[in-house]
C-alpha cells in the first residue's frame, strides 16, 4: 500500500518560505514520478511541480519557475518542494502525488497524499 503523507504547511507573510515535505511509503522515490499540485479555494486542482525518476529531471508550472524548487532525499524517501518569495496567490492546499508517468496531468498520477495547507498573508 503506497502513502503519501505531507507537512510542512502553515501561515507565512508575503515574500517568506516554507519547505513541504511529502514521507513516502510503499513506494521508492528515487525510482518513482513524483509529483506537487495544489488547490485554491473555488478553483480547480494545479499542477506545481514534478520530478521524474530518471535522473530527477524536475519541471515547474510557470507561475512558480524561479522561486520553487522540487527535490528528493533518497534515504529518507521523501520529496520536497521548497517555496521562496511567497504570494498571496500561492494560498492553496497542496499535494503530493505519484505516478507511473511524469506528467503534468493529474491523472497520471494514481496516490495521492491528505493535503497541506499553505496560506500566505498579504
Known amino acids: 500500500q503506497v502513502q503519501l503523507v505531507e507537512s510542512g504547511g502553515g501561515l507565512v507573510q508575503a515574500g517568506g518560505s516554507l519547505r513541504l515535505s511529502c514521507a513516502a511509503s510503499g513506494r521508492t522515490v528515487s525510482t518513482a514520478n513524483m509529483g506537487w499540485f495544489r488547490q485554491a479555494p473555488g478553483k480547480e486542482r494545479e499542477f506545481v511541480a514534478r520530478i521524474a525518476w530518471t535522473v530527477g529531471v524536475t519541471r515547474y508550472t510557470d507561475s512558480v519557475k524561479g522561486r520553487f524548487g522540487i527535490s528528493r532525499d533518497n534515504a529518507k524517501n521523501t520529496v520536497y518542494l521548497q517555496m521562496n518569495s511567497l504570494k498571496p496567490e500561492d494560498t492553496a492546499v497542496y499535494y503530493c502525488?505519484?505516478?507511473?508517468?511524469?506528467?503534468?496531468?493529474?491523472?497520471?498520477?494514481?496516490?495521492w497524499g491528505q493535503g497541506t495547507q499553505v496560506t500566505v498573508s498579504s
Open positions: 502525488a505519484t505516478g507511473n508517468i511524469p506528467s503534468p496531468d493529474e491523472n497520471a498520477y494514481d496516490y
